[in-house]
């Protein structure tokens, strides 16, 4: 871990956006003790059981996950802080003002909040924009400095979507100055819908448009989500009833998917020759096992020391190894991936009402 500046604790450089499954929360909970605190994930909840909530509670103590309880009813049960594990709400500029009262409770827990806005939904303009973060610090008794601003590009896996998110975050971003946020992130998905149409038995490159665009980005100096190896359109996934053994695996740039079905109908046989065909490759890492929990459990099957695993596995190995392999990018020595601290605009911040800076045009989202 790169030690933070004078003594103080590091802060987090990379927010992941992660389904609440089994898969990607056992990935979080293999995440090295010294990588924890560099990671500040946002969990989407779909479901709350007593699996779910095991889970997070066994994440590393240095990982403060934020979960996302958009999708639940607006009930009392779906509050997260009814669930006894430390977590951070994450806030929509449309959750009803009993869900910002009771969110505001949580995050006066962890004195933080994650404040969510989506490009695609939350487009009112600049001045709308700015009324509704009012109405969320009033009813969450929350300031700006406490709240961590998450701008979700959602769905770019093309470079017309590229192109077409990356004015819109710059409005947004333009906007976010006039108030002094704790953090600014900018994140994104770049995994197609259905990986399942891919071709079987060769593995196949996959361009990461989603670090594309932050790259992009670079001049605003903001932080950097993505949706890990999973897909940010909403309801999306692959063909139901396809359970080839599948892996999408992270390099610079781009994913390779491994989806195989040669070697006879043993999925314990098929898979083995899937993780030694991906351990042969050139974008095997050089520290191998060493480079992730994923990495290891990968070089096991190859070495058929284990069985093939299921669904949920393959994708928390494939998490695994990209929440470690865009750690290293964004860790880089000469930060040739990362831009600077954020900091608000030139002219101070606007804490409260909705008025914009002298000269700075109310265009914006």
Do not use: K
């Amino acid at each position: 871990m790169v030690p933070a500046h004078g003594g103080r604790a590091a802060e987090p450089v990379y927010r992941p956006v992660l389904a609440g499954r089994r898969g990607e929360l056992e990935a979080l909970a293999h995440l090295d003790d010294a990588l924890a605190p560099l990671l500040a994930p946002v969990i989407d909840v779909h479901a709350v059981d007593a699996c779910t909530v095991d889970l997070l509670g066994r994440l590393p103590a240095g990982l403060l996950p934020a979960v996302d309880v958009s999708a639940l009813p607006d009930c009392p049960e779906s509050e997260p802080a009814r669930w006894g594990v430390p977590l951070v709400p994450v806030i929509g500029l449309a959750d009803s003002d009993r869900r910002l009262v009771a969110h505001g409770m949580a995050a006066r827990a962890q004195a933080r909040a994650v404040v969510r806005l989506r490009t695609g939904r939350d487009r009112a303009g600049p001045d709308a924009t700015t009324g509704a973060v009012e109405r969320v610090w009033r009813l969450t008794r929350l300031v700006p400095e406490q709240c961590d601003l998450l701008i979700d590009a959602g769905d770019v896996c093309c470079p017309a979507d590229v192109r077409l998110a990356e004015p819109r975050v710059r409005r947004l971003a333009g906007w976010a100055r006039r108030h002094a946020w704790r953090s600014v992130t900018v994140a994104a998905g770049g995994m197609p819908p259905a990986v399942a149409r891919l071709p079987a038995d060769e593995p196949v490159r996959l361009e990461r448009f989603d670090w594309q665009l932050w790259r992009g980005l670079a001049d605003l100096d903001v932080g950097y989500g993505d949706y890990g190896v999973g897909c940010a359109a909403p309801g999306a996934g692959d063909v139901p009833g396809d359970r080839l053994p599948t892996l999408r695996y992270t390099t610079d740039g781009g994913w390779w998917i491994y989806r195989w079905s040669r070697r006879g109908g043993r999925g314990d046989e098929r898979f083995a020759d899937l993780c030694r065909t991906l351990v042969a490759a050139p974008w095997w890492p050089a520290a191998g096992a060493g480079f992730s929990w994923g990495d290891h459990e990968i070089l096991r099957r190859a070495r058929r020391g284990a069985g093939a695993g299921s669904p949920a596995n393959w994708a928390a190995w494939s998490t695994s190894h990209h929440l470690a392999h865009v750690l290293a990018a964004l860790l880089r020595p000469d930060r040739e991936q990362r831009g600077g601290p954020w900091r608000a605009g030139p002219d101070g911040p606007e804490r409260r009402a909705g008025r914009a800076p002298r000269g700075e045009s109310r265009r914006a989202g």
